[in-house]
């Protein structure tokens, strides 16, 4: 069937028309927040290369051995944090369809949190960790990824300034699933409003931060078509002027008991 064909089909079964604008929408919320995380990429990649350039003028000035060393060192230990910034970037762009790979949540949860260290820094954030080494879940490193991010900023977002969020992954026996918990302290959210949250297009923002996200009503929308897609369940809960926790399980890999390689 040509494109031509195609469309006029499309158009003549509503239903079918209304699912491929909410893929559309769910592709331009995910291009978005890829868009979103370009500032902070792009500020993070500037400091990655006056770090190179300093280290690299130093490792030219100075002829000895240990100094020409230590600046090597750092040169490299920036180009590889380049390199994994990239690496998670593009990631993140890659196709939203869930796969079925092997996954170390604490590893996606990690490097998350390295796409997102200067933001937090910027507000003055403190991140409390508790990450133990877990069991394989199966899915997208990219869709959880993004998860990951759409989960923090919120959260950032919430506190505002000089907070605390505390990002917790464990594994529980009893379930059998692996735990991802991601809590604030900031301003919580109404009883009314939190049976909407999930709701496409429900925000209760005016729009983007200074920081250029949030406002669009998209992205806890598909924070639960991601937890959906992997088959996991969420629980959150929050108090108005003390914060939100959000509880997410996703099930263990059925070959897969044992947790990953150290």
């Not at 923090?152 to 506190?159: D, F, L, Y």
Request: with cysteine; hydrophobic share 40%; net charge positive.
């Amino acid at each position: 069937m040509d494109n031509k064909n195609k469309h006029q089909s499309v158009e003549n079964d509503p239903q079918r028309w209304i699912a491929e604008l909410e893929q559309r929408l769910v592709q331009c919320e995910r291009l978005a927040s890829v868009g979103e995380l370009t500032s902070t990429t792009t500020h993070e990649f500037n400091n990655i290369l006056m770090t190179i350039l300093n280290y690299a003028k130093l490792g030219l000035r100075h002829k000895d051995e240990a100094t020409r060393e230590k600046a090597l060192t750092r040169i490299l230990d920036a180009a590889n944090r380049g390199a994994k910034i990239t690496s998670l970037v593009l990631g993140l762009s890659r196709s939203g369809v869930t796969a079925n790979d092997p996954i170390d949540l604490a590893a996606i949860v990690e490097d998350s949190l390295v796409l997102l260290e200067k933001e937090l820094q910027k507000y003055r954030v403190h991140v409390e960790k508790e990450i133990s080494r877990v069991p394989i879940i199966l899915g997208s490193a990219g869709q959880l990824q993004r998860l990951l991010l759409n989960l923090i900023t919120n959260a950032r977002q919430a506190i505002k300034e000089n907070g605390t969020i505390r990002v917790v992954v464990k594994h529980e026996a009893k379930t059998n699933s692996v735990v991802l918990t991601i809590r604030d302290n900031g301003s919580g959210i109404p009883k009314d409003v939190l049976p909407k949250i999930f709701d496409r297009f429900f925000t209760t923002k005016t729009g983007p931060d200074a920081s250029g996200k949030g406002g669009t009503g998209l992205g806890l929308t598909a924070c639960k078509q991601i937890i959906d897609d992997h088959r996991g369940r969420i629980r959150v809960e929050s108090t108005m002027g003390k914060g939100t926790a959000f509880t997410i399980r996703f099930p263990v890999a059925v070959a897969s008991s044992a947790t990953p390689a150290a």
